[in-house]
Nanobody, 122 residues
């Protein structure tokens, strides 16, 4: 009912930058929260990177503070993640998610994108 499409991943050298985008579409009445998780190789658990709510309040993982910036274009139902000073340990699949309310019956649920690979290596 709600689809998320990510873009912007790729290979970058340490110290470089990438900007991820995620656009939500479908039967959307209201998006409450949008954000990013990531899952590193070797079966590590998916971890929160950054989240932004309807008021613009943001929350970051300690590993992202000072380097990553999350922003949102509410009119376009799109969330962005600007990643600077990238490190090899940032290598992971980055997943976009949102908590959205659909029209009738006005229920909220969490939706996930398919993931985009970010690789940081020299």
């Amino acid at each position: 009912q709600v689809q998320l499409v990510e873009s912007g991943g790729g290979l970058v050298q340490p110290g470089g930058s990438l900007r991820l985008s995620c656009a939500a579409s479908g039967r959307i009445f209201r998006i409450n929260v949008m954000g990013w998780y990531r899952q590193a190789p070797s079966g590590k658990e998916r971890e929160l990177v950054a989240v932004i709510d309807n008021s613009g309040t943001t929350n970051y993982a300690d590993s992202a503070k000072g380097r990553f910036t999350i922003s949102r274009d509410k009119a376009k139902n799109t969330v962005y993640l600007q990643m600077n000073s990238l490190k090899p340990e940032d290598t992971a699949v980055y997943f976009c998610y949102c908590n959205a309310m659909i029209p009738v019956p006005y229920t909220s649920d969490t939706y996930w994108g398919q993931g985009t690979q970010v690789s940081v290596s020299s």
